[in-house]
């Protein structure tokens, strides 16, 4: 069984539309984070949520709106596509404050957005 | 300020040479986790090695291996020996837990490493 995944792996679409990336994580881990990587390979930070808590919420547009329906998953909603948006998405989870917190986030596969 | 430095961008070696990867961190935290990670031409994000604040002692498996010294806020990765198979992006990062337990993951901007056969 896969620990962490995203659907879907690849999505491309057209500028304005709205499109919502899902992961979803096994582990039991208390945490999960989004990433997004760049075309310059630069990986950053986007959000971070806590049981069902949103934690970090780094200087990403209003856009961008993630939603935990509970701590397995956190889905990434994406409004008005933008050309700049193009990028791949990572999903992780990390054990959190409660357990046996080793500080390893565990990543999804990636989700390769394209905006045409 | 970046809080971790991989002054490296892209790196070319021939087959088993050997080949470090530089990387230089910035934390005020006294507890903090630092990794590798290794990205193929595929797209995934491999996890290589974890290192706490605590444990400086050098770590070696098969033909890894990585050189954590506080003093210089370094951790340094040594492939031995290349393969063309080690030919990938790798990414230094730090983490610092904070009080929720989250890790927040600040990655290095990534070195390219090609092996040539």
């Known amino acids: 069984d896969t620990a962490v995944s995203q659907t879907p792996k690849y999505l491309v679409t057209q500028m304005g539309n709205d499109k919502s990336i899902k992961c979803e994580q096994n582990l039991g881990h208390d945490t999960m984070y989004w990433y997004k990587q760049d075309s310059k390979k630069f990986l950053k930070i986007m959000f971070s949520?806590?049981?069902?808590?949103?934690?970090i919420n780094e200087t990403v547009p209003n856009r961008f709106s993630p939603k935990s329906p509970d701590k397995a998953h956190l889905n990434l909603h994406i409004n008005s596509l933008e050309l700049g948006d193009s990028a791949v998405y990572f999903c992780?989870?990390?054990?959190?404050?409660?357990?046996?917190?080793?500080?390893?986030?565990?990543f999804g596969e990636g989700s390769r957005l394209t905006v045409l | 300020a970046q809080k971790v430095t991989q002054a490296q961008t892209e790196i070319s070696v021939v087959e088993k040479e050997d080949v470090t990867l530089d990387c230089v961190y910035e934390t005020r935290d006294t507890t903090y986790y630092l990794f590798w990670y290794k990205q193929p031409p595929s797209g995934e994000l491999v996890f290589l090695i974890r290192?706490?604040?605590?444990?400086?002692q050098n770590e070696i498996s098969g033909r890894y291996s990585w050189n954590f010294q506080k003093s210089t806020s370094s951790f340094n990765f040594t492939i031995t020996a290349s393969q063309v198979v080690d030919s990938a992006v790798y990414f230094c990062?730090?983490?610092?837990?904070?009080?929720?337990?989250?890790?927040?993951?600040?990655f290095g901007t990534g070195t390219r490493l090609t092996v040539i056969p």
């Open positions: 992780a989870s990390s054990q959190g404050a409660y357990g046996i917190n080793t500080g390893e986030l565990f």
């Open positions: 949520y806590n049981n069902k808590e949103l934690i």
């Open positions: 990062a730090l983490s610092e837990p904070d009080q929720t337990g989250a890790n927040n993951l600040f």
């Open positions: 290192r706490n604040s605590f444990d400086e």
